[in-house]
């Protein structure tokens, strides 16, 4: 079966650092992944997606991604944090359907 | 372009209750997948509906059933509500290319709370 875990259900930084958050995943076949982020009462919005092309995955608001199959991750980083990147992610897999299997997530915690 | 649009926002049922809860795609879309979230977790796949059938159905009882209409819309019915039914409903509308990793956008939510 197919699953993912995201180490970290919260993570601090302060503004100007690094973000880290760390997603690994389960499964027999090539996955597609996904980050979503969640603002406080809102749905969920894309930051990136790998679909087995380029292995390091540019997303929005300056998010990327690398995709490591020998380490079953896909970490999600940002050189510089900003107060507006506070919010919960999350880490998905999709095969063969449009069927999303989500973390259980990370809430980001940014302090000036 | 118009995107996914949720209704309602809030809803309180008590427990044994019927609930409908309705999700409108994006235009173009043709496959409308809903979620559940409870608090502090992340989404769980219920079901999910393309061209007006159910195409894959995640781990949940019979209770929980839906709809897709022609024009895409959708629509999620819960019987014999539960306690443990309360949680955030997301409605994602996606375009089925025949291949998969498509993007699925994302409505705001309907929160359901049963007492």
């Known amino acids: 079966a197919q699953s993912v875990t995201q180490l970290g259900s919260h993570v601090s930084v302060s503004e100007g650092a690094l973000v880290l958050l760390r997603c690994n995943y389960s499964?027999?076949?090539?996955?597609?992944l996904f980050w979503y982020v969640q603002y406080p009462n809102q749905g969920l919005q894309l930051l990136l997606k790998?679909?087995?092309?380029?292995?390091l995955v540019k997303g929005i608001n300056g998010f990327e991604a690398e995709f490591k199959k020998s380490e079953t991750s896909f970490h999600l980083t940002k050189p510089s944090a900003h107060m507006s990147d506070a919010a919960e992610y999350f880490c998905?897999?999709?095969?063969?359907?449009?069927?999303?299997?989500f973390g259980t997530g990370t809430r980001l915690q940014v302090f000036p | 372009e118009t995107g996914v649009t949720q209704s309602p926002t809030h809803l309180i049922k008590t427990r044994g209750q019927q609930v409908t809860l309705r999700c409108s795609s994006q235009?173009?879309?043709?496959?409308v997948s809903w979620y559940q979230q409870a608090l502090g977790q992340g989404p769980q796949f219920i079901f999910q509906?393309?061209?007006?059938?159910?195409?894959g159905r995640g781990n949940f009882p019979p209770r929980f059933s839906g709809l897709q209409f022609p024009n895409y819309s959708s629509e999620l019915n819960v019987n014999a509500l539960e306690l443990d039914d309360s949680a955030l409903y997301l409605c994602?509308?996606?375009?089925?290319?025949?291949?998969?990793?498509?993007?699925?956008?994302f409505g705001p939510g309907t929160r359901l709370t049963v007492l």
């Open positions: 994602a509308s996606s375009s089925r290319t025949g291949t998969s990793g498509n993007e699925q956008f």
């Open positions: 790998y679909t087995s092309a380029a292995t």
């Open positions: 235009s173009g879309h043709n496959t």
């Open positions: 509906y393309y061209r007006e059938e159910e195409n």
């Open positions: 499964s027999s076949v090539p996955p597609y």
């Open positions: 998905a897999v999709n095969i063969y359907t449009d069927k999303l299997i």
